[in-house]
């Protein structure tokens, strides 16, 4: 079954605009462990908008041995503060898996994936040194990439489908483009010898079709849609619809 790793960026959005330390972002994550997910992940920037380093720390802790842990950000972005720099919380914390991520302060969320060509030897070094620590990588694309063989031999084994574009073109009736680039995008990366993962505003009135579509999707991150479903539903019960969907 395709594994859901639960994002819980919003739940220290929500605490941060309060200070203090609730809602607690440990009790999140094991709360969507026990409804049965299989990964979590943190998307942690220079800026603290949302999750801290000591957030990305003390989930590992917690959730060590359990499920998956998932950290996403981008390895460009310089230490700043109390934020030590992607590679320095990653050798700390040693997590399952790091997805690159091109993004920057001025984003909101992140909103494009790498060039598969322009971007790869920059990576090259990053990809390696995060292979050397124990973590698998995964590389934020965008639908409609399909030449993978430069990131493939770099060491990436993994690639992120952006699908943003999809879930807005979904909401307005009209997916079936937006859905054929990222069946595109999968079916070559899978020919190139790659896992398709896939992640950005996907939901329960989306997912069904996204994963009916992809054969052997091997992950999907969802947050947003799925911390604000589970305002009305409760949070275990929004995980345990979500896996519903994936089976």
Same mark, same amino acid.
């Given at each position: 079954?395709?594994?859901?790793?639960?994002?819980?960026?919003?739940?220290?959005?929500?605490?941060?605009?309060? %200070?203090?330390?609730?809602?607690?972002?440990?009790?999140?994550?094991?709360?969507?462990?026990?409804?049965?997910c299989? %990964?979590?992940t943190?998307?942690?920037?220079?800026?603290l908008r949302?999750?801290?380093?000591?957030?990305?720390?003390?989930?590992?802790?917690?959730?060590?041995?359990?499920?998956?842990y998932?950290?996403?950000?981008?390895?460009?972005?310089?230490?700043?503060?109390?934020?030590?720099?992607?590679?320095?919380?990653?050798?700390?914390?040693?997590?399952?898996?790091?997805?690159?991520?091109?993004?920057?302060?001025?984003?909101?969320? *992140?909103?494009?994936?790498?060039?598969?060509?322009?971007?790869?030897?920059?990576?090259?070094?990053?990809?390696?040194?995060?292979?050397?620590?124990? *973590?698998?990588?995964?590389?934020?694309?965008?639908?409609?990439?399909?030449?993978?063989e430069?990131?493939? !031999?770099?060491?990436?084994?993994?690639?992120?489908?952006?699908?943003?574009?999809?879930?807005?073109?979904?909401?307005?009736?009209?997916?079936?483009?937006?859905?054929?680039?990222?069946?595109?995008?999968?079916?070559?990366?899978?020919?190139?010898?790659?896992?398709?993962n896939?992640?950005?505003?996907?939901?329960?009135?989306?997912?069904?079709?996204?994963?009916?579509?992809?054969?052997?999707? !091997?992950?999907?991150?969802?947050?947003h849609?799925?911390?604000?479903?589970?305002?009305?539903? %409760?949070?275990?019960?929004?995980?345990?619809?979500?896996?519903?969907?994936?089976?």
């Amino acid at each position: 079954m395709t594994l859901l790793s639960v994002n819980v960026n919003k739940i220290a959005v929500l605490r941060n605009s309060r %200070g203090g330390t609730e809602p607690d972002i440990v009790r999140a994550a094991l709360t969507c462990i026990e409804a049965g997910c299989g %990964g979590i992940t943190v998307h942690p920037r220079p800026d603290l908008r949302h999750i801290r380093p000591d957030d990305v720390r003390a989930l590992a802790s917690a959730i060590r041995g359990r499920v998956e842990y998932n950290i996403e950000g981008n390895p460009f972005a310089p230490a700043r503060g109390a934020y030590p720099g992607l590679i320095e919380l990653v050798r700390e914390v040693r997590p399952t898996q790091v997805t690159l991520v091109p993004d920057g302060d001025g984003q909101i969320t *992140s909103d494009h994936g790498f060039d598969m060509q322009g971007d790869i030897e920059r990576l090259a070094p990053l990809v390696a040194e995060l292979r050397a620590i124990g *973590s698998r990588v995964s590389l934020f694309v965008d639908a409609g990439t399909t030449r993978f063989e430069a990131a493939v !031999a770099i060491g990436v084994e993994r690639v992120e489908i952006y699908t943003g574009p999809y879930a807005q073109a979904f909401e307005e009736g009209q997916a079936q483009e937006q859905l054929t680039l990222c069946v595109e995008t999968a079916r070559r990366a899978q020919q190139a010898g790659l896992a398709v993962n896939a992640g950005h505003d996907l939901s329960q009135a989306n997912l069904g079709t996204f994963k009916a579509a992809i054969p052997g999707l !091997a992950e999907v991150s969802i947050g947003h849609a799925l911390i604000g479903e589970a305002l009305y539903e %409760g949070l275990p019960t929004t995980v345990r619809n979500y896996l519903q969907i994936l089976r």
